[in-house]
């Protein structure tokens, strides 16, 4: 962060929204972080402001929404171009993520959702239309996320801080 280092109450509050940023009020993260409810807005709005909290989205399961292919698919760019790339991907229909990869051959890792295989190999069809190479292409069965536990400060131990 630019201006000031995140602290264990930080972390708390990214915890926090992690778990469900919907339904927890700045209040119940006050009661956890034993602070001000004020305090808690504050440190949200700063945290956003310094892009730390980069928005606040929907975690969609695709397959319960009619969409249940979801297909990585292992790119090469040259390596100039691999981060400039990232927003023309992301224009592709069907794609839903790009990872920018900084070891190995492969450096982009692009997720694309669909409902059947015809849906999918449009978007391999462009990536290799925008010069990238498609190293491998896998079939992901399931996809679960849960928060990043160093935030909890519940977990943390005294050689952790």
């Keep these: ?13 990214l915890y926090a929204l992690q778990e469900d940023a919907r339904n927890t009020s700045s209040g119940d993260i006050a009661k956890r972080t034993g602070t001000s409810d004020s305090t808690v807005r504050k440190r949200i709005r700063r945290l956003e402001s310094e892009g730390v909290i980069k928005g606040y989205r929907a975690n969609v399961d695709y397959q319960k929404s009619g969409y249940p292919l979801r297909m990585l698919l292992y790119c090469t760019a040259s390596i100039p171009e691999r981060g400039d790339i990232v927003p ?8 839903v993520s790009v990872q920018e990869l900084v070891t190995g051959e492969q450096n982009l890792l692009v997720t694309a959702v669909g409902e059947t295989d015809s849906d999918i190999t449009p978007v391999a069809q462009e990536l290799l239309d925008m010069g990238l190479t498609v190293a491998d292409e896998v079939l992901v069965r399931a996809h679960e996320t849960t928060p990043f536990g160093k935030f909890d400060s519940g977990s943390r131990t005294a050689d952790d801080s």
């Design 88 to 95: 023309d991907i992301l224009e592709i229909d069907g794609v």
């Design 1 to 13: 962060m630019a201006d000031e280092e995140i602290d264990d109450v930080d972390r708390a509050i």
